[in-house]
């Protein structure tokens, strides 16, 4: 089974904290993703890789980097944390050969709230 | 961009009949066309997906249709039960099955009355 990790399922920040979310995946997969889930909203996509160092805006990246070292390891970076960036944040990997083509792969989620 | 439109936002089914949910997408070039699950407190996953080159696909209780003329897909869920109790989410892509990621609508919340 495909694993995704996410290190901190809950984090409560200050206005203007640097935030770093983490995300680990053991199934090798180039392309990774970040998402932010809000109520009403659905998932929505910040950025994305599709292989280590690089990196590619989603539809809302405002606010927000990434880092990608490695292959298995994507962070996505709140540089000053904001009230409006309290959320779910969700990493995803995508299988992109084989019977499940297409398959996006979620992390458990980090709830982030910003004071 | 692509857009995704996912209607009715809440759906109250008693068990045992179907639920339909609709989703629209604004982006002709769109091929890849996936549903996600996502039971309270966990994380979304993939229940069936549909390429553009089929118009229906169907996995036992559950089917999607797609009518690319009209951009929209459907998902069909038949005798619904308990465990159907879920948000769920349409998707849409044009990036050769979701590589540069996927455009979700917002969501449904299918209650399922006993």
């Known amino acids: 089974d495909v694993k995704v990790t996410q290190s901190s399922r809950y984090l409560v920040k200050r206005t203007g904290e640097k935030v770093f979310l983490e995300c680990v995946q053991d199934?090798?997969?180039?392309?990774m993703f970040w998402y932010r889930q809000d109520p009403g909203l659905g998932l929505r996509l910040i950025y994305f890789?599709?292989?280590?160092?690089?990196?590619e805006k989603g539809d809302i990246p405002e606010g927000y980097s990434v880092s990608r070292e490695k292959k298995e390891r994507f962070s996505l970076i709140l540089e000053s944390a904001s009230t409006n960036q309290t959320s779910m944040y969700l990493c995803?990997?995508?299988?992109?050969?084989?019977?499940?083509?297409?398959?996006?792969?979620f992390g458990e989620g980090s709830r982030l709230t910003v004071l | 961009g692509e857009n995704v439109e996912q209607h009715p936002s809440t759906l109250s089914v008693q068990e045992g009949d179907s639920a339909v949910i609709k989703c629209t997408y604004s982006?002709?070039?769109?091929?890849?066309f996936p549903w996600y699950k996502q039971e309270l407190g966990k994380r979304p996953q993939l229940i069936i997906d549909?390429?553009?080159?089929?118009g229906e696909k169907k996995d036992q209780r559950i089917a999607v249709t797609l009518n690319k003329t009209a951009k929209h897909f459907s998902l069909h869920i038949t005798e619904t039960q308990p465990e159907d109790s879920a948000v769920y989410f349409c998707?849409?892509?044009?990036?050769?099955?979701?590589?540069?990621?996927?455009?979700f609508g917002k969501g449904t919340h299918l209650i399922i009355q006993p």
């Open positions: 998707a849409a892509s044009s990036s050769g099955g979701g590589a540069d990621g996927l455009t």
């Open positions: 199934m090798d997969h180039e392309n």
């Open positions: 890789s599709y292989d280590v160092k690089m990196k």
């Open positions: 982006d002709s070039a769109s091929n890849y």
């Open positions: 549909i390429r553009s080159n089929v």
């Open positions: 995803a990997t995508i299988s992109l050969g084989g019977s499940n083509t297409g398959e996006l792969f």
